[in-house]
């Protein structure tokens, strides 16, 4: 991403690549760029949920999105947040191939994702969708990214909700 071309505010585009090669885009607006790594913002239109292990996670309509993306880890990481606010969960997704243009942010998703519940707790998702067995999909390459997730999720998570606080003061 062109940082020189960029600015905060700008309307970008975030495009999911599904295992399948079908293609979801969501328009988000720029909070941060450098050349590794960025940062969109996108407002939860329509209320959802998630479920793990009878466990159920709901962000509502008119929630925040803070989505962050790198060219050089395995994974991008949305915080969702109330409109106060309020930390309300986190989602990683497996992925490779992340790019980063100056009005686009696409990445190839590879099925398995981490629902985090804002107490800490977080579930492994997806595996039932894998074709073969985890350590042998993608050449072993998803298995070793979640294992590196999963062995840093703590930290990662409580230094990236603290920034990602700070962006939405600055928002405001």
């Not at 720029?30 to 793990?52: E, G, I, N």
């Not at 986190?90 to 990445?107: E, H, P, Q, R």
Request: hydrophobic letters at 35%.
């Amino acid at each position: 991403m062109d940082k020189s071309r960029t600015t905060t505010g700008d309307k970008i585009i975030e495009r999911k690549i599904r295992y399948d090669n079908t293609i979801v885009e969501h328009s988000c607006r720029l909070l941060k760029a450098k050349k590794q790594h960025a940062v969109l913002f996108h407002k939860v239109q329509d209320s959802f949920s998630m479920t793990a292990n009878q466990n159920k996670l709901t962000i509502p309509k008119g929630s925040y999105t803070l989505a962050y993306y790198w060219k050089d880890r395995p994974f991008n990481l949305y915080i969702w947040s109330d409109g106060s606010g309020n930390y309300l969960g986190a989602y990683f997704n497996i992925v490779k191939n992340t790019y980063m243009a100056d009005t686009l942010v696409s990445f190839e998703d590879l099925l398995i994702d981490i629902m985090v519940f804002p107490n800490g707790e977080y579930y492994i998702l997806d595996e039932d969708e894998l074709p073969i067995p985890i350590d042998q999909f993608e050449n072993g390459f998803v298995q070793e990214a979640l294992n590196s997730l999963t062995d840093s999720i703590d930290a990662l998570l409580s230094e990236i909700i603290s920034e990602s606080e700070a962006l939405m003061l600055y928002r405001s």
